[in-house]
Structures are given as C-alpha cells and as structure tokens.
C-alpha cells in the first residue's frame, strides 16, 4: 500500500469530522463566492441599469419627479400600472442626459452637441433631443435605486459574517481532526517499537527512531493540518469559481480550463524534483539527531579524549549536507512558485483582454459593466487557491517522505504482545544442540549444551566474544536460535510468545538502566501488581537501604536519565531490587559486579546471594572469585563449551579455567 492510501486510512479514523469541515468549507467558499454576483447586479441593475427604459406614470412609490412629471424605470412597474410615454436617461462622458422620447438602441458611440445627443454605430448616426441633468436631479432618479442597494450591501455583509462563523467551524475541526490522527499515528509508531525485535535496534541509531517518532510524524501533522485544508478549500474555491465563471460567460469560462492541466503538469514535474531533495534532507535530519544523541551520551569520553574539534566536523559536514539541500529545495521553489502563478494570471488576463476587446460595454452590448467586473473579480479570486496549492507542494512533498519513513518502520515485522498468564516454572533449563549466528554463516555459537536444574547456579566465564551473553540473548528470546533447541520445564521456549516466556524471568545487566522517575518507581517500573510494600522489601532484603537511606528524599528521590546523578552501585542495587520485586523463577545476572568498588561488592555479593535463593541463575561473570559457589561453571571459548563442572573440578582439570582463575588471582596479588 503506497503512502497515500495509507495516510488516507489513517484520515478515515476521523472521518465525520472531516466530513463535516468539508461541509463547513463548501458552506463558506459557497457564501463568499456570492460576492461577485451582488457586486454585478448592484452595477448592471442600480448603477448602470439607470440608463434602462423609463415610462412617464403617476405619483407614487419609485417614481421621480421631473420638470412636472413623474417617471418610473420598466422593471418597477407592477401589473395593473399603466405606462405613459417612454423617455431614457443616457451618460456622454461624465454627464447625465435626459431624452423625452424612447429610442430604438443606446449602443454606439456617444457625443453631445448643441442640445442633442448623437449615437454612432456601423458609420450610421442617430441624433435625439436631449438635456443636461444637474446634480440634484441626477440624485433624485438615483433615489429609487439606493435602498435596493443599500439592501444588497447588507446581504453581502451578511454573507460574510455567515462565512466567517463556517470558515471558523471548518478550520477547527480539520485541524482538530488532524492532530487526533497524528496522535494515533505516534502512539501507533511507539507502541511497534515496543513490538520490534532487539536485532532492529543493532542497525539502527536511537536518535534516527527518535527522529520518526517526532520530525517526522509533525512534518505529517503539516500535511493535515496545513496541505489538506489547502488543498480542500483551494479545491472547493476553484470549482465554486468555475461554475460562476460558466454563469457569466461559457466561453471564457472554458478559455479559463487550460489552467488545471497546467497546474497538474506543473505538480508533476515539481514532486519528480522535490522528491529527491527531500529524501536527502529527512534522512540528513535523522543522522543529525543521532549524532546529536550519541555525543550527549559520550559527552565525557569526547571531552576526556579531546575529541571535540572532530565531533564537530563530523556534525558540521553533515549539517552543510543538510544546508545544500534545503538550499536547492529552495531556489526550486523560488524560481517556479510564484513565477508560474505570474504566468499564469498574466496569460489569463491577456485572454480576457482579447475576448471582450472586441466589443463595448454597456445596456444591451456585447458585455455589460457589472459581468467584466465580476469576471475580473472572479479571476483575481481564482489564483488566491492556485497560489496556495503551488506553496503548499514543498510541504506536500515533506510530508510523503515522511510519511515513506514512518511507514517504513510501521512495515518491520513486530510481535504482537501477549497478555497470556503461565504457571511459574519451576527453573529447569536446557540448552540442547543450540547454533547461533547473529548474520549468515557466521556462528558465534557452537553445539551449546546446557543443562540447569530447579534452583541450580549456573556460571558462564570466557573470553570477551567467546559467546557469553549471546547465550543470554537467546533464553530471553532477543534473538531466536537457528539450530538445536532451549527447554524450560520441557517446554521449547520457541513455542511460546515472548511476553509470555520472560513473564518469569529478571536480567540484571552490567550497566543497569534507569528510568526517568522515582528510586521506588524504578523498582516496580509502575507495575500495579508491585506494591511500595514491596518495593521497600526488596530494596532492604539487597541491602539497597545502607546505600540510599542518606538521599534526601530516600525512595523517593528522583532519577534523572539513566540515573546519571547515582553511584553505579547504588543504581546496581536498585536493579537487584527491581529483580527481586518481580520475583522471577529464572535470574540472569550479567556481570553484574564488574564495575563495583571492593566495599561495594561486598554488599552486592550479600544482594546477590538473597536474589539467588530458589532460583535458576545464571551468571556471566569476568570475576572468577564471585562464582566460585556455583554449581556449574561453563567455559566458553569462540562460541564452543571447552570446559564444565564447578570450582574445584575445573580447578583440578588445570584447563582454560584454572589459567584464567590464577592470572586474575596473580593480578589481585600484585
């Protein structure tokens, strides 16, 4: 499914109140679009339309005096009124004059000389009495028009401040609509991280994610919020303006269509440029939030190495990247946009200009004042929407890109979450035959065979890269093994869902991380089945409460990101807490004392101890001193087992093990 279809699925969501802007919209554009119209009958029927036919009647209402009589326009005659003699009212220049007969046809051109008006049409002219109106008379045969006028004007005022309210309703509810969607969209795009499996975050930086999550899912927001309604109403404008172009005159009206190829080709042409450019630029924003991540993150390896002046031409080339195309995007906006919308109205006008220069205008011609005022009217209206389709396309064309790549993300196979409830296990695990590569071919894991019963302690020692915690990835199901088979209680672990298979299993990790929060919140991890009860229990049976009673706030003092503000014991301890609250069957400790100060192992030794206690555990582990009590210690070397048994047995072999336990035994010494 393209990016269009799918942003048009995600718009049906909301799609009554789109519907019902739409209706406000048409509404709005509708009652606006009535301007021109009012504007053309107040002037061919009130201003112009005095030079009509005039009929000599009784006093009364609508009628003007006259040099002693009274005198009433053709279309303010009722039925049963009679018409006396016919006189008309005719303009020579900037003058008025009063002719006390009727004539066959005003058009032609006009003079006045010596108390008579000639009229001059196809080299024949026709001459006929007239006088000059003064002003006062004028005025008074202006009478009858001006409530008419007055009553049209409010009509139009009217309309506007009925349009207004619609236009308000529209915009407010487009828009309302549109953030409720990009609220879905980004709730959609988090929670499928969540389903993602931990081999799509080894590619991908966190700062591009991040990048999706926000940049990108906002510049969709503009597509909503901003291109859409633009598009809607400059649609609804065009087609409103069309059909009262075709009411005026067919003709020009049809003349006036070439524009829409014209800005469809010019779309076209357009997003085949734009396109490339802004792949560029959402992708150059996506490194730039990654890099920007990951040097807040080093922050102190950069400073401590020196490394400031390359980071930032680092940052710097990719930021001029960045700068180039969004220079480029921009001279094609400039050099088209505006210039094509010049062209366009300037060739509009030249068609108008041919059509009607052929003929006058005036009562009864080839085109009266009132329709070329509407028509120019009409025409200036009609590239307000051009203008605003050609400068939303740059937008438009952000927007699908952006949408290509949240879309993208949304495409990668997730895992659905299961909320399935298991027995808890009794801890009997085994690793049978188990082959791993994290890419093709490439195995780090080698016939692995493991066997930990109910309760055991199992120790994994190696070499960095010798195969440790792959071995951990794969209980946890981060990774799915591609031979052989894991068993818990039986059970291939490939057979249950992934929530469901860690529902009774805790990882302590090296380098533990916390959450923005609270201490207590960081062990239950709000979960509502882990009351502070509980909580505290744990922190005090790991001995937590000897490291973090002097805080200010004890278990409620707050953690900022990562626990940056905490010792890495104390946030070790929280972590054994968090483990332990959760009270899991199964426990992987990796190499979790690694990092810790002599005083503070001890404490964590103590915590570790407690943790252990009716449980699996399996501990990675480079200090050989801490897994001595193990019931089995497994040796790794290159992904393959070399040795097995428990601290004495291995030591009596004098292998692999009783190597690394002496040189770390004769580096202690020293």
């Keep these: 499914m393209n990016v269009g279809k799918r942003l048009y699925h995600y718009a049906l969501h909301y799609k009554i109140m789109i519907i019902a802007a739409l209706i406000m919209l048409t509404v709005s554009v509708a009652a606006e679009l009535t301007g021109p119209f009012i504007a053309k009958k107040i002037i061919d029927d009130h201003i112009v339309g005095i030079e009509g036919e005039w009929y000599e009647t009784a006093e009364g209402s609508d009628a003007v005096l006259y040099e002693g009589s009274w005198y009433k326009r053709d279309q303010y005659f009722n039925e049963t009124e009679e018409k006396g003699k016919g006189v008309r009212i005719l303009q020579v220049g900037r003058d008025f004059y009063f002719i006390p007969t009727d004539i066959p046809s005003s058009e032609g051109e006009r003079t006045f000389e010596k108390g008579e008006i000639f009229i001059t049409k196809n080299n024949e002219t026709a001459s ?41 309703g529209q915009n407010y509810y487009l828009k309302n609509a549109a953030n409720r969607i990009i609220q879905k969209m980004r709730n959609d795009v988090f929670q499928h991280t969540q389903k993602l499996p931990i081999k799509y975050f080894d590619n991908l930086p966190a700062g591009k994610v991040v990048a999706r999550i926000t940049n990108d899912t906002e510049a969709i927001r503009e597509l909503y919020v901003t291109v859409l309604s633009n598009f809607f109403s400059s649609g609804i404008y065009i087609t409103g303006i069309y059909v009262a172009l075709y009411i005026l005159n067919p003709t020009l009206a049809t003349v ?36 920007i991540n990951e040097s807040i993150q080093g922050m102190t390896i950069i400073q401590a190495f020196r490394r400031e002046e390359k980071t930032r031409q680092d940052f710097e080339e990719m930021n001029d990247t960045h700068f180039r195309y969004q220079n480029k995007l921009l001279s094609l906006n400039s050099i088209t946009s505006h210039n094509l919308v010049g062209v366009l109205r300037n060739l509009a006008f030249v068609a108008l200009i041919w059509y009607f220069g052929g003929g006058s205008i005036g009562v009864g011609s080839f085109v009266t004042l009132g329709v070329l005022y509407a028509f120019v009217d009409y025409l200036n209206r009609l590239f307000q929407p051009i203008t605003g389709i050609v400068n939303q396309l740059p937008n438009l064309e952000k927007a699908l890109v952006a949408g290509e790549r949240v879309f993208e993300l949304l495409e990668e196979e997730g895992r659905e979450v299961s909320d399935e409830r298991i027995p808890r296990y009794k801890g009997n ?242």
């Design 256 to 291: 006036c269509l070439v524009l829409i190829p014209i800005l469809i080709v010019w779309m076209i042409v357009y997003r085949k440029f734009a396109s490339s450019y802004n792949h560029v630029i959402r992708s150059k924003i996506s490194d730039i939030n990654a890099m």
């Design 128 to 168: 006929y009495p007239a006088t000059k109106l003064t002003t006062d008379e004028l005025v008074s045969f202006y009478s009858p028009e001006v409530p008419r006028i007055i009553k049209l004007i409010l009509m139009y005022f009217g309309l506007l401040v009925f349009a207004s309210f619609f236009q308000y």
């Design 429 to 670: 695990v085994s690793f049978e035959h188990v082959n791993f590569a994290y890419k093709e071919g490439e195995y780090v894991l080698k016939d692995i065979n493991i066997e930990a019963k109910q309760g055991e302690t199992v120790a994994l020692v190696g070499h960095t890269g010798s195969g440790k915690s792959s071995i951990m990835n794969l209980l946890f199901r981060y990774y799915d093994v591609k031979e052989g088979r894991i068993a818990i209680d039986g059970t291939n672990i490939n057979d249950l869902e992934h929530q469901t298979l860690r529902q009774h299993m805790a990882i302590v990790l090296q380098d533990p991380y916390l959450f923005t929060g609270t201490i207590a919140s960081n062990v239950s991890l709000n979960n509502p089945d882990i009351p502070r009860e509980k909580v505290e229990k744990a922190l005090k049976d790991v001995g937590a409460d000897t490291v973090l009673r002097n805080l200010e706030n004890g278990y409620d003092t707050e953690v900022i990101e990562k626990g940056s503000t905490l010792s890495s014991g104390q946030r070790q301890l929280i972590s054994f807490a968090r483990a332990l609250a959760y009270d899991p069957a199964i426990l992987i400790l990796d190499e979790a004392t690694s990092s810790i100060d002599t005083e503070t192992e001890a404490i964590i030794q103590e915590a570790m101890d407690v943790l252990k206690k009716g449980r699996t555990t399996f501990i990675i582990a480079h200090r050989l001193s801490t897994i001595k009590n193990a019931d089995q210690i497994v040796v790794l070397d290159k992904g393959m087992i070399v040795e097995k048994g428990n601290h004495e047995e291995l030591m009596q072999q004098k292998g692999k093990y009783y190597q690394m336990y002496e040189l770390q035994k004769g580096k202690q010494a020293s």
